[in-house]
């Protein structure tokens, strides 16, 4: 196994022409990026999406579609990622959560004003999957099969 392979997940959320962000610290730098993180033992990709937007955003989240998968490896440290990406609804907001360590703040942007901010994005994921979800791309969550032991 590769241990420079990261399995993550991503929530593009949209609302009236405008997409759930976070702005976080990584690496000594803030950046933006969707709700996202780490597929975590013992969890589907579903539970993981989900969970990453509470903690990140305080949002709760509904997967309604599948977005895309998408390897990207960072050229600074040879670490590629494997990031599967959802687009849903966000619903029963908790603005006292407290965020997850190293997240700033959330932003409700447009892709414009996203795209102003092209060298603070997280990685090249964050823009490209917003384009791929305007473009209307969507796939059902039916693609991906979770297969537990019983």
Known sequence: MNDK???????????????LLVEEQSNGRTVYNQPAGHLETGESLLEAVARETREETGWGFQPTAFLGVYRWENPENQVAYLRFCFTGT????DPHQALDTGIIRTWWLDR?????????HRSPLVLRCI????????????LYTDISAA
């Open 131 to 142: 384009d791929d979800y305007r473009s209307g791309k969507r796939y059902p969550l039916a």
């Open 112 to 120: 414009d004003e996203l795209a102003e901010r092209a060298v603070q």
């Open 5 to 19: 392979l990261h399995i993550t997940v991503a929530a593009v959320i949209e609302r009236e022409g405008r997409f």
């Open 90 to 93: 966000c619903h029963d907001h």
